[in-house]
């Protein structure tokens, strides 16, 4: 269930996405951290400090020790679905949020087919006990900094296409980029 301040720091993960240098292997992705108490712990996005292969939810959970207590019972924000198959690291993003103590993730925009063929993210930390909630009414506002990714999705293959119906509804919410 959304919680109130849900859409707020939804709203902050979004802010960060667009920091993100565009690549086009990558999503522009950004997280943010909440203690269990609502406030601010940690937060990061894609290629952060060009580290051209960071994901936003690794950076934000680096700039913690593994044993941070404020971990335990925190909510991840996350614009896009985490990670569950990676090639450029050892550990996927849904992997590091398990091994964390992280209790919730957030986020607002599942995983196209796109670079991976089915991202488990979801499934994985729903299925390891943890709650997840998507906020679909974030996924345009989400995928918008993803816009130099629109090749990509247009590339007409099946999987790719609903992925590019949503990014259509995402440029339109920013169509003065
Ligand atoms: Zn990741």
């Known amino acids: 269930m959304p919680e109130p301040d849900d859409e707020r720091w939804m709203d902050a993960a979004v802010e960060l996405a667009w920091r993100c240098p565009p690549s086009d292997s990558a999503y522009s992705v950004g997280a943010v951290i909440v203690t269990a108490d609502g406030s601010r712990l940690a937060d990061g996005y894609s290629?952060?400090?060009?580290?051209d292969r960071v994901h936003a939810e690794e950076s934000a959970l680096s700039k913690l020790g593994p044993d941070d207590s404020r971990l335990r019972g925190a909510t991840i924000y996350s614009t896009l679905e985490p990670c569950s198959v990676r090639k450029s690291r050892p550990r996927s993003c849904t992997q590091l949020i398990l091994a964390s103590g992280i209790s919730r993730v957030v986020l607002a925009w599942r995983e196209p087919s796109l670079f991976v063929a089915d991202c488990q993210g979801y499934e994985l930390l729903a299925q390891a006990g943890l709650a997840v909630s998507e906020l679909p009414g974030f996924a345009g506002r989400a995928q918008a900094p993803n816009r130099?990714?629109?090749?990509?999705f247009q590339s007409g293959t099946a999987r790719a296409q609903s992925a590019t119906i949503v990014t259509n509804s995402g440029l339109r919410g920013r169509s003065s980029y």
């Open 47 to 51: 290629r952060e400090d060009d580290d």
């Open 148 to 152: 130099h990714l629109a090749f990509l």
